[in-house]
């Protein structure tokens, strides 16, 4: 299975235009794949998440339910990020959605 991994931040309630260009034309690549999201932001990047899951759905790449949403106000200071303990069971969550998702495609 291949992988590809795309962090972006939440920019206006939305998703970064240059890597939504980005996305646009290298998407045929990525065409019936499974994905999943982890957000940042004032709000976890959830807004930027749901507006990701319509972009893919029409790559017809398929998303899985779990999803990371990381504070920029709690989880990152000056001394770097530190995520919450329940990150940990969240990622493995996410991570195991894929994998499973994968499989059923292939």
Do not use: C
């Not at 299975?1 to 990525?30: F, I, T």
């Not at 972009?55 to 106000?73: P, T």
């Not at 200071?77 to 195991?96: A, D, H, K, M, Q």
């Amino acid at each position: 299975m291949r992988w590809v991994r795309v962090r972006a931040p939440e920019y206006n309630h939305g998703v970064p235009g240059a890597l939504k260009n980005a996305v646009d034309v290298l998407g045929s690549e990525w065409v019936g794949k499974p994905i999943g999201f982890v957000g940042y932001g004032s709000a976890g990047g959830v807004r930027a998440v749901e507006q990701w899951r319509q972009i893919v759905g029409n790559l017809s790449m398929v998303d899985v339910r779990a999803q990371l949403e990381i504070s920029l106000f709690t989880e990152f200071s000056e001394e770097g990020f530190t995520p919450n303990e329940r990150r940990v069971e969240e990622i493995t969550t996410l991570l195991g959605q894929v994998v499973e998702m994968g499989k059923k495609l292939a």
